[in-house]
């Protein structure tokens, strides 16, 4: 069992780049599938970026190109360097972790993940 908390959220102008992090209060992240959601009012959630190893890792086609998912085991940690933000990237976004996938679909994890963190709220204004 892991414990998720994000943070670096906050209110940038579009165009602008943010990186926000997650870490592993309890527990630790490895032999784990790591994932970023995010959730705009009024929408559903949604699966943005996934990682399992490197190389190995899923990205919404919304945020290809522009987001990176990247985790350091050693420290625990989980980050999503956002960059060309734009005012629909405007959600809450939320660290999750679950058991690494058999086979190559990535489907499994579209509609969610075991371990959930609370979230961070990341506001682009236009």
């Known amino acids: 069992q892991v414990q998720l908390v994000e943070s670096g959220g906050g209110l940038v102008q579009a165009g602008a780049s943010l990186n926000i992090s997650c870490t592993a209060s309890?527990?630790?992240?490895?032999?784990?599938?790591m994932g970023w959601y995010r959730q705009a009012p009024g929408k559903e959630r949604e699966l943005v970026a996934a990682l399992i190893k490197d190389g190995d890792s899923y990205y919404a086609d919304s945020v290809k190109g522009r987001f990176t998912i990247s985790r350091d085991d050693a420290e625990n940690m989980v980050y999503l360097q956002m960059n060309s933000l734009k005012p629909e990237d405007t959600a809450v976004y939320y660290c999750?972790?679950?058991?690494?996938?058999?086979?190559?679909?990535?489907?499994?994890?579209?509609?969610?993940?075991?371990?959930w963190g609370k979230g961070t709220l990341v506001t682009v204004s236009s």
């Open positions: 999750a972790a679950d058991h690494p996938r058999t086979g190559s679909s990535w489907s499994r994890y579209f509609h969610g993940m075991t371990f």
């Open positions: 309890a527990g630790t992240i490895t032999n784990y599938a």
